[in-house]
């Protein structure tokens, strides 16, 4: 589902990162673990494509995402990529289900309310359709994200120290989460984090250096 292979990426020409080549099938689920610094932020962007790389490939589904076309990328991503960010992005002059209907709204998709509160219902946010963002709890918030990286059905989940900033129970309720609603939706579920909490929840791992 997911292969990356030679894959490096420099921010100055003297200083290449280089990642280990790495698979994943769809419905996997996977840590990526490393220390700040190692590069996880730039691995995510790559995954994702919003970083190009200067070697190397990631294919996702069997497409390279260096052969896309910028608007070509885009669309590929909004239709089979959620990205849960480490902070959270939204325009906060709409409602929860409006920033969600956007969402879908880019991935070319039509404007599906219903599917909407079911995924908030899952998060245990149903409540907070249409409330503005600019309301809502940090907790509210990443519930939220989570949200929207998973309204269209994707077929790949990254998430960007999703638990990094949270307390041992709030920890384990998001990857909690993050774990059941990429089962129910057989994505792809790849965790980027320094978080060592997270080791006994996966038992695929991936260790950067």
């Given at each position: ?50 970083l190009k790389p200067k070697k190397g490939f990631v294919s996702i ?119 059941e609603q990429a089962k129910k939706n057989n994505a792809t579920l ?20």
């Amino acid at each position: 589902m997911i292969e990356v292979k030679d894959l490096t990426y420099h921010y100055r020409i003297d200083q290449p990162i280089q990642f280990p080549d790495f698979s994943y099938q769809q419905g996997q689920q996977a840590l990526i673990l490393g220390e700040s610094g190692c590069g996880k932020t730039t691995l995510l962007h790559l995954l994702s494509g919003l970083l190009k790389p200067k070697k190397g490939f990631v294919s996702i589904d069997g497409k390279k995402l260096n052969g896309l076309s910028g608007a070509q990328l885009d669309k590929f991503r909004g239709a089979n990529i959620g990205i849960v960010f480490q902070t959270p992005h939204f325009i906060e002059a709409l409602s929860v289900k409006e920033n969600l209907q956007f969402a879908q709204t880019l991935a070319g998709n039509k404007k599906d309310t219903e599917a909407i509160k079911s995924i908030l219902s899952d998060l245990g946010i149903g409540h907070k359709l249409n409330d503005s963002v600019k309301s809502l709890s940090q907790g509210e918030k990443q519930r939220v994200t989570i949200a929207r990286a998973l309204v269209n059905q994707p077929k790949l989940i990254l998430a960007d120290e999703p638990t990094s900033a949270l307390d041992d129970k709030n920890c384990r309720a998001v990857v909690k989460l993050l774990k059941e609603q990429a089962k129910k939706n057989n994505a792809t579920l790849l965790i980027v984090t320094h978080d060592n909490r997270l080791n006994d929840e996966f038992e695929q791992k991936l260790k950067l250096s």
